[in-house]
């Protein structure tokens, strides 16, 4: 089930438009703030990066990078418990 609504983008605080994807494992953000951009999140990555400003400006850059492109950055924690970035292609776009 998706649910579309308009929210704050969890990398910058924009307005953003959320989608509930991967069964509710994952998100999927469509970021006004041209600095930013869309992404998709899971939620253990978001539990991690909570508190962590630094590293969702590192996130915010790599999508930035993939914007307008027909890629966009999955967000995911890694083996290593790590954050990862991955460039992944769209189709999961609205
Ligand atoms: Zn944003």
Redesign the pocket.
């Known amino acids: 089930m998706n649910v579309t609504g308009r929210s704050q ?6 307005e ?1 438009i959320c989608v509930n994807t991967d069964f509710g494992k994952r998100k999927f ?1 469509q ?3 041209e ?3 869309d992404y998709e999140i899971s939620l253990n990555a978001m539990h991690k990066m909570e508190n962590a400003p630094s590293q969702k400006q590192q996130v ?1 850059r790599q ?1 930035r990078m993939y914007r307008g492109t027909d890629k966009m950055i999955e967000v995911i924690m890694g083996p290593d418990n790590q954050i990862m970035g991955n460039p992944v292609p769209r189709n999961r776009q609205l």
């Open positions: 983008c969890f990398l910058c605080g924009s953003a953000y970021c006004s703030n600095e930013c951009g915010m999508v």
